[in-house]
């Protein structure tokens, strides 16, 4: 069963950078389109950026220019750099396969906190 794990997230102030790391335990980035999710407290989770299998992207408007995705296929690893960050990114942040009818098992998240 693929196991996504990801990492990377933090305390940082509005302004700073972060970079978001999502593990997994199979080739699901050779297979699959890829996204990052956030979940901002009593919100809904929403996709925030994707990258399809032959590296075509795309971003929600809220971080367009801001954040960049990209996958290491060998190394079984995708990325989210997140540039000038606002307090509004703050949220949980996932990664899974947005074009699948049943997404891969959801990992932890890793938590983004940006101060004001």
Excluded at 22 to 35: E, Q
Excluded at 77 to 97: G, H, I, R, S
Aim: charged share 15%.
């Amino acid at each position: 069963q693929v196991q996504l794990v990801e990492s990377g997230g933090g305390l940082v102030q509005a302004g700073g950078s972060l970079r978001l790391s999502c593990a997994a335990s199979g080739s699901i980035f050779t297979f699959n389109n890829m996204g990052w999710y956030h979940q901002a407290p009593g919100k809904q989770r929403e996709l925030v950026a994707a990258i399809t299998t032959i590296g075509t992207t795309n971003y929600a408007d809220s971080v367009k220019s801001r954040f960049t995705i990209s996958r290491d296929k060998d190394k079984k690893t995708m990325y989210l750099q997140m540039n000038n960050l606002k307090p509004e990114d703050t949220a949980v942040y996932y990664c899974n396969a947005p074009s699948l009818l049943r997404p891969y098992p959801w990992g932890p998240g890793t938590q983004v906190t940006v101060s004001s």
